[in-house]
């Protein structure tokens, strides 16, 4: 049996730079953090002809082409198409459809199973950029290439994304100090809604191929915050990166009515009026988690409480996509 896990993810500045419509007219830049919230993939061989294959159904079928679930079927065509004798499940700690990148993470864990199942050795720089291939290029989601790039390097990694495709990875230049007051004071907070991000990002993607200007200032300025953060958290400033969230969060919710809604915006005030210093919702917007940096954590934890929201605490995980077992 093989297990492999990948690692979720927070977006800490940048985000929504990194999708082809933009960083291909402009460069993108954003940083991310994994973190130790993880899809898990396992493979086993059996005695039948068949692949079995669990997920949220069940699939038994005699070959590859025959799979039903899109990222599975792509990942094992590219990998191992005449594969029999399998079967492949899977399982998250943090429901799909979150803001957490489960997608990538669900894409990476798969292709560095399968590929382990070969004893084929890949680098995370590859294993990311297969990842992108069969969700952007093979089935077109409109998505950026952020969730598989930090799933795959984890840690707290500075991402550019270039006009040609290639894609630069640095680790952020944090000291020990301010990464343990981030991860102390970083709160993830879940809304109770759940939302596909292909459909919000496609509203972004087909403003930005019509060369909408309104859309392309806002996402210079949403890669200047990027850049801005790093800065931030590099020279040990937790309370302008604070600033800088909030800042990025009103101009995230500009660039598409679905982004949030009136609960969002209550809770999102009702927190900044009770301990938080900036916070955004995570991912492509519209469910999922708040996050918020917060200066007084106690206050900002029994806030959140009193309006029914569950946090989920998290450390960042530094060794990305892994074969556990």
Known sequence: MIITRSPLRISLGGGGTDLPSYYKEKTGFLIAGAIDKYVYITIHQTFGQDLIIKYSKLERVPAVEKIEHPIIREAMRLTDPDAKRLEISSMADIPSGTGLGSSGSFTTALLKALHTHKKNLIQPSDLAKQACHVEIDLLKEPIGKQDQYIASYGG???????????????????????????????????????????????????????????????????????????????????????????????????????????????????????????????????GGFLMFYAENKIQLRHAMREVGLEEVRFRFDFEGTKVVI
């Open 156 to 286: 707290i990694t500075c991402f550019k994304f270039h006009p040609d495709g290639g894609v630069e990875a640095w680790p952020l230049n944090i000291s020990d100090e301010t990464l343990y007051n981030l991860e102390d004071n970083l709160l993830l907070f879940f809304t109770g809604y759940s939302r596909s991000a292909s459909s919000i990002l496609k509203d972004q993607k087909e403003k930005s191929e019509k060369k909408d200007q309104d859309m392309f200032k806002n996402l210079d300025f949403i890669k200047e915050l990027g850049l801005r953060t790093q800065e931030a958290l590099e020279k040990d400033n937790l309370h302008e990166f604070g600033k800088i969230m909030n800042e990025h969060w009103e101009h995230k919710r500009k660039r598409s009515e679905s982004i949030t809604n009136s609960d969002i915006d209550e809770w999102y005030q009702h927190a900044m009026k009770n301990g938080a210093v900036g916070g955004k919702l995570i991912g492509a917007g519209g």
